[in-house]
């Protein structure tokens, strides 16, 4: 029985994907596509001084990303500083300087990482004008950027790929802003609630006095889990009732998460002129997605002891609202994507539950991924799985008519190295001061032993590959974690769209190579089959000794 639930539940949600994946994918494809503005889109363009009909390099493509992610740092920035001046501040004092500058460059990495309890930091100000506006804002430009990737890809002998202020434009005004709209109607309809009315006294059943806090959550709610931004308007994320009341609006939030991600492909496909490819990339994202699910359900269920086989399961840090399939379910989509919100306790999880969590990030969140940066990551994975197999069975390494030669094998090596690196190496030189390991081991983490190391090894490859959850026994608000942890999720972000926005520029200088008998055909079960080994062959042994050391060794312990 508690399978069969488990089934219904993600085939609800693939239900409701399939019937939109075509006319999405569709419309996402004339977005980028059409060659006419709309007024309102016009008017914009005349303030900010931009000729939507004039296409940029690849170089200015990546300014005008860096210049605009920029400018929105040190805004949101200035807010948490300025708060107390604010309308709607609630009373809430200046948010600290270490503390400001990690969640600005949170929110702007499109990470969502939260250091704090938002209900008792952050005022409706901040909330509606600086974190709800970057969740708009860091979605647009990580669909920008995937986009200006296709464009590379389908173009021959070009030397641009877009412009950076259009797309940006029209993913916000036709297609975030308008499918957010009817999600948080959706949302407010289901129970969310959506006022400004600041913070409620009650009295309890015990007689005992509450505040309870309120806000325009809804609104916020729709775009975090529809731009894959992750956070929560609450401390408690999606497990609290305000921003998720009930099993259906769970369902709903998971289907918001994986909407535009698995719309891509298609989006892709139509682009390019080849469906082909697009369904084997969506294959790919479903097949990783579904394992990942199922191995989550399955270690939760077994969970060892007496009350978690009185209880059907591991139930500690669940929801008792949606139970284990509910949690695993919106665990799995969240560690998918780049959407960092959760309904359950992580650190709660079984040790096995708890790995399968993060090697589902470690993948590279690209089963679907984030809006944007999953169809752009897939797609370096691509390139990488191309050329091996060319190589392997002396075929032609060619992805759509375009030659895989060295620069764009080198390219995609440096991109999946990015988050190695820069995570592991993030985490040693933490571990490697001897106050900052003093702070870690005696204040930041929750548990000892293995599981500790999971939790800080959890945090750092999330902030890194800028998915934004957490093991709740990660105490992560220290000058030096705010200020580290900030810094790998910009580098994260950005290193990672400079190389990719480099590599969409070195496609499309390419002119078209005739089709041959030699080239590798992309769209066969064959191809699916490694393209899905190498992303789990390239993501696992680097992180294999952490991974010994800390689930591995717990779960088998």
């Known amino acids: 029985m508690q399978w069969v639930w488990a089934i219904t539940s993600v085939a609800t949600v693939a239900i409701a994907l399939i019937v939109v994946y075509r006319p999405l994918g569709d419309y996402m494809a004339w977005v980028f596509s059409s060659t006419k503005d709309w007024k309102v889109e016009r008017a914009i363009y005349r303030i900010i001084g931009v000729d939507s009909h004039s296409e940029q390099s690849w ?9 605009f992610s920029c400018v929105g740092m040190l805004l949101l920035y200035a807010m948490q500083r300025l708060q107390p001046w604010l309308p709607y501040s609630l009373g809430l004092g200046s948010i600290s300087p270490d503390l400001a500058f990690n969640t600005a460059a949170s929110f702007v990495g499109n990470t969502n990482w939260q250091a704090y309890s938002p209900e008792s930091t952050v005022g409706y100000t901040v909330q509606m004008a600086g974190l709800s506006v970057q969740c708009f804002v860091s979605s647009a430009v990580g669909l920008a950027v995937a986009i200006a990737l296709v464009r590379g890809l389908a173009r021959k002998g070009a030397t641009t790929i877009g412009n950076f202020w259009v797309d940006l434009v029209r993913a916000n005004l036709r297609i975030l802003l308008p499918l957010s709209a009817v999600a948080a109607l959706v949302l407010i309809a289901g129970g969310t609630i959506q006022n400004l009315t600041g913070f409620t006294d009650i009295t309890t059943i015990a007689g005992q006095l509450q505040t309870l806090p309120n806000g325009p959550v809804a609104t916020q709610e729709a775009i975090k889990m529809l731009g894959t931004n992750g956070g929560g308007f609450y401390n408690a994320n999606s497990a609290h009732p305000f921003e998720n009341p009930t099993a259906w609006t769970n369902l709903f939030q998971v289907f918001l998460l994986l909407v535009i991600p698995f719309a891509s492909p298609r989006t892709f496909g139509k682009m390019v002129g080849d469906h082909r490819l697009g369904s084997a990339i969506l294959a790919t994202m479903i097949t990783l997605f579904l394992a990942a699910y199922a191995a989550l359900t399955a270690f939760e269920y077994q969970g060892l002891g007496t009350a978690p086989q009185l209880a059907g399961g591991a139930m500690e840090g669940k929801e008792v609202r949606f139970g284990i399939v509910g ?41 679907p991924g984030g809006v944007g940066s999953g169809l752009y990551t897939i797609l370096i994975m691509a390139v990488i799985a191309v050329f091996i197999v060319g190589l392997l069975l002396g075929r032609t390494p060619v992805m759509l008519g375009k030659r895989i030669g060295v620069r764009e094998i080198k390219l995609a090596s440096l991109a999946i190295l990015v988050i190695p690196v820069l995570s592991l190496a993030g985490m040693a030189i933490s571990f490697a001061i001897p106050a900052i390991h003093h702070e870690l081991v005696n204040q930041v983490m929750g548990n000892s032993g293995p599981h500790g190391l999971t939790e800080t090894t959890y945090a750092f490859v999330s902030a890194t590959i800028n998915n934004g959850s957490s093991f709740a026994g990660f105490g992560a608000n220290t000058p030096w974690l705010n200020v580290v942890l900030g810094l790998l999720i910009l580098l994260g972000r950005f290193l990672v769209i400079a190389i990719v926005l480099a590599m969409a520029g070195s496609f499309a200088a390419q002119d078209q190579i005739p089709t041959g008998v030699g080239e590798l055909p992309l769209h066969s079960p064959q191809f699916v089959a490694f393209f899905v080994a190498l992303i789990i062959f390239v993501a696992v042994p680097t992180f294999f000794a952490v991974l010994a050391a800390g689930p591995f060794a717990e779960g088998l312990g």
């Open 59 to 67: 170089q200015a493509y990546l300014r005008a990303v860096l210049v």
């Open 327 to 367: 949690s695993t379910l919106f665990t799995a989509a969240t560690t998918g994507t780049t959407g960092g919100a959760t309904n359950s306790t992580l650190d709660s999880y079984t040790a096995m539950g708890g790995m399968v969590s993060l090697l589902h990030m470690i993948l590279g969140e690209v089963s």
